[in-house]
């Protein structure tokens, strides 16, 4: 038992970077981190670029407090229905949701905003090992009367497309594309989107190329 124990501690943590990057931006300096962590503050930084990967035992500090926000094992349920058939799929997508986006179609008269009706959505889950799926909603319509459907229950209203796989680089180019066509009648959102979907990732602690960063000092 002790032999098991005694390798858990030394087992190197895959998601260090992430759970350094949640610390870094909830406030934590990388000073913080190395005195919580009985380390050096040039290890927290290796750690913070993924050039290197702490043990359990260092991490202990930050997964206590940051752990469940990686591991948490959760999944969201969609559903399509065809159009002509009605017959109705169900998906069961897991990951965390790191992005939910949903996009509006204002409805006016006489130059006047009535009411803000989603039709669009964007879902994003992460599934590991830097590996993400996107799902793409559009707003439910009666088929005889093309009214839209209404629920007490917001995913039921959706009908849902489940992409495959994508790595952080083929995701950030899938949905940048998204946002310039499918999205081309909203053009705010369109506008939008890339910075939505950066801030989100940044905020959820991946490094996402082409930004500019501005460190501070620790």
């Known amino acids: 038992m002790e032999a098991t124990n005694h390798k858990k501690k030394k ?14 931006n909830d406030g934590w300096t990388q000073i913080e981190i190395a005195k919580a962590c009985r380390t050096h503050q040039s290890i927290v930084s290796h750690w913070y670029k993924g050039l290197d990967q ?15 926000k990686l591991r948490r094992n959760s999944f969201r349920v969609y559903w399509s ?14 990951g965390k949701v790191i992005l939910s986006q949903a ?32 799902v793409y909603q559009s707003r439910l319509r009666f088929q005889h009367s093309n009214a839209e459907l209404e629920s007490t229950v917001e995913d039921a209203i959706w009908g849902s497309q489940v992409s495959e796989q ?13 946002a310039e066509k499918t999205l081309a009648e909203y053009p705010s959102d369109a506008y939008t989107l890339p910075f939505i979907l950066r801030q989100s990732l940044l905020n ?8 500019v960063e501005y460190p501070a000092i620790w």
């Open 204 to 211: 959820h602690g991946f490094q996402v190329d082409g930004i």
């Open 11 to 24: 087992r190197k943590f895959k998601l260090t970077k992430q759970l350094v990057r949640l610390a870094i």
């Open 166 to 178: 994508y790595e952080l680089a083929e995701l950030l180019l899938v949905i940048d594309n998204y």
């Open 103 to 134: 996009f509006y179609d204002a409805r006016r008269v006489n130059y006047k905003l009535q009411k803000k009706v989603p039709q669009h959505k964007l879902t994003i889950h992460h599934q590991g090992d830097n590996k993400f799926r996107v």
């Open 54 to 68: 702490g043990t359990e035992q260092q991490l202990k500090p930050l997964l206590e407090q940051y752990g469940h």
């Open 81 to 94: 229905i065809d159009s002509e058939s009605e017959a109705k799929v169900f998906h069961k997508v897991e």
